[in-house]
C-alpha cells in the first residue's frame, strides 16, 4: 500500500543490482511513494546486475560512477540534481564490498591491501557521499541520509571479517557528520541495522546460511526481509522522522535485545542429543 510519503521528492539511490537488493526493493518503494528517484551503481553492475530494468520501472535513469571517487561523486550528484530539477531530499548508501570475504581468507590473516579497500568502498564512500554533497549543497534542509550496516558493527560474529570493521567506521561517520550536517543544513543522517538478508553480496558472507538460521530463531518477530527494510528507510526519508539524526536503528526482529531464545536453546539442546 501506498501513503505518498514521499510526493515531490527527489532521491539518489546507490546500490542496486539485482530483485534481491535492499536497493532495488527502495527503489521501488520510494517510486510508489511519490519519490522521482535516480540510481547509480559502479561501472561493473552495467554487465552485472539488471539496473537498467529498474530505471525503466521506475521511470529513472542510471548513472554509473565509483562512489570511492570523487571526481566521479561530484559528476553524479551535480548530474542527479541537474536531472531531478532541484536538490535532493533523501540519499540511500547501500555499498558494500570485502575482497578478503570473497577470496575467503581469514580476518587474522587479513591481506591489507585487500582490508584498505574493503574500507575505502564500504566505509569511506559514505564520508566521500557526505562530503560531496555537502561541498556542492546539493541536499534540502531536513533532507534525510541512510546508509545500510549490521550488527557485527558492535558484536562478534563469526565469518564477517573485515565487513564488521567496515560497519563501525560506517556507523560513526553517520555520528560525526550528522552533527555537521544537521547543525549546518538540519540534514539527518541515520544508519539501519538490518537483519541477515538473502541479498547477492549477504550470501557471500562465510557460513551466512547458519547465521540467517540462528538470527530467525533468535529473533522474536524473525528475520527482516529486504522488502521489510526498504519500508523502513522510506520512513526515515518521509517528514515524519525529522527529529531522527545520528542514530543506528535497529530493524532485525529484536535480534539486537535478545540473549537466548526458546527456540534456539532447542536447537541447541537437539545437537547435544545427536552427538551422544
Same mark, same amino acid.
Given at each position: 500500500m501506498? %501513503?505518498? @510519503?514521499?510526493k515531490g521528492?527527489?532521491?539518489?539511490?546507490?546500490?542496486?543490482?539485482n530483485?534481491?537488493s535492499? &536497493?532495488w526493493?527502495?527503489?521501488?518503494?520510494?517510486?510508489?511513494?511519490?519519490?522521482?528517484?535516480? @540510481? +547509480?551503481?559502479?561501472?561493473? $553492475?552495467?554487465?552485472?546486475?539488471?539496473v537498467?530494468?529498474?530505471a =525503466?520501472?521506475?521511470?529513472?535513469?542510471?548513472?554509473?560512477?565509483? &562512489?570511492?571517487?570523487?571526481?566521479?561523486?561530484?559528476?553524479?550528484?551535480?548530474?542527479s540534481?541537474?536531472?531531478?530539477?532541484?536538490?535532493l531530499d533523501?540519499v540511500?548508501?547501500?555499498?558494500? !564490498?570485502?575482497?578478503?570475504?570473497? =577470496?575467503?581468507?581469514?580476518?587474522?590473516?587479513?591481506? %591489507?591491501?585487500?582490508?584498505? *579497500?574493503?574500507?575505502?568502498?564500504?566505509?569511506?564512500?559514505?564520508?566521500?557521499v557526505?562530503?560531496?554533497? #555537502?561541498? @556542492?549543497?546539493?541536499?534540502?534542509?531536513?533532507?534525510?541520509?541512510?546508509?545500510?550496516?549490521?550488527? $557485527?558493527?558492535? #558484536?562478534?560474529?563469526?565469518?564477517?571479517?573485515?565487513?564488521?570493521?567496515? =560497519? &563501525?567506521? @560506517?556507523?560513526?561517520?553517520?555520528? +560525526?557528520?550528522?552533527y555537521?550536517?544537521?547543525?549546518?543544513k *538540519?540534514?539527518?543522517?541515520?544508519?539501519?541495522?538490518?537483519?541477515?538478508?538473502?541479498?547477492?553480496?549477504?550470501?557471500?558472507?562465510?557460513?551466512?546460511?547458519s547465521?540467517?538460521?540462528?538470527?530467525?530463531? !533468535? +529473533?522474536?518477530?524473525?528475520?527482516?526481509?529486504?522488502?521489510?527494510?526498504a519500508d523502513?528507510?522510506?520512513?526515515?526519508?518521509?517528514?515524519?522522522?525529522?527529529?531522527v539524526? !545520528?542514530?543506528?536503528l535497529?530493524?532485525?526482529?529484536?535480534?539486537? +535485545?535478545?540473549?537466548?531464545?526458546?527456540?534456539? !536453546?532447542?536447537?541447541?539442546?537437539?545437537?547435544?542429543?545427536?552427538? =551422544?
Amino acid at each position: 500500500m501506498a %501513503y505518498k @510519503l514521499l510526493k515531490g521528492k527527489r532521491g539518489l539511490i546507490f546500490g542496486a543490482l539485482n530483485p534481491k537488493s535492499i &536497493a532495488w526493493q527502495v527503489a521501488e518503494r520510494a517510486f510508489e511513494e511519490g519519490a522521482h528517484i535516480m @540510481l +547509480s551503481n559502479a561501472p561493473v $553492475a552495467k554487465r552485472l546486475g539488471e539496473v537498467e530494468e529498474l530505471a =525503466k520501472a521506475c521511470n529513472s535513469e542510471v548513472i554509473y560512477a565509483d &562512489a570511492t571517487n570523487l571526481d566521479d561523486l561530484e559528476m553524479l550528484i551535480s548530474a542527479s540534481v541537474e536531472k531531478l530539477g532541484g536538490k535532493l531530499d533523501f540519499v540511500l548508501h547501500s555499498i558494500g !564490498m570485502s575482497p578478503n570475504v570473497r =577470496k575467503d581468507i581469514p580476518y587474522d590473516n587479513i591481506n %591489507y591491501d585487500n582490508y584498505l *579497500k574493503t574500507l575505502d568502498v564500504s566505509a569511506l564512500s559514505f564520508h566521500k557521499v557526505l562530503q560531496t554533497c #555537502r561541498k @556542492l549543497d546539493a541536499i534540502n534542509e531536513w533532507g534525510s541520509v541512510v546508509a545500510l550496516t549490521y550488527i $557485527a558493527a558492535t #558484536r562478534t560474529l563469526y565469518g564477517y571479517n573485515d565487513m564488521a570493521d567496515a =560497519k &563501525a567506521a @560506517l556507523e560513526s561517520i553517520a555520528r +560525526s557528520f550528522g552533527y555537521i550536517y544537521g547543525r549546518e543544513k *538540519k540534514v539527518r543522517i541515520n544508519t539501519i541495522s538490518q537483519s541477515p538478508t538473502l541479498t547477492t553480496a549477504g550470501s557471500g558472507i562465510k557460513g551466512f546460511g547458519s547465521l540467517y538460521d540462528f538470527s530467525e530463531r !533468535m +529473533s522474536p518477530l524473525g528475520n527482516a526481509t529486504a522488502e521489510e527494510c526498504a519500508d523502513y528507510a522510506i520512513t526515515l526519508f518521509s517528514d515524519l522522522t525529522r527529529k531522527v539524526t !545520528m542514530q543506528n536503528l535497529y530493524h532485525d526482529g529484536g535480534f539486537s +535485545s535478545m540473549g537466548m531464545s526458546e527456540e534456539a !536453546m532447542t536447537q541447541y539442546d537437539k545437537s547435544f542429543e545427536e552427538c =551422544k
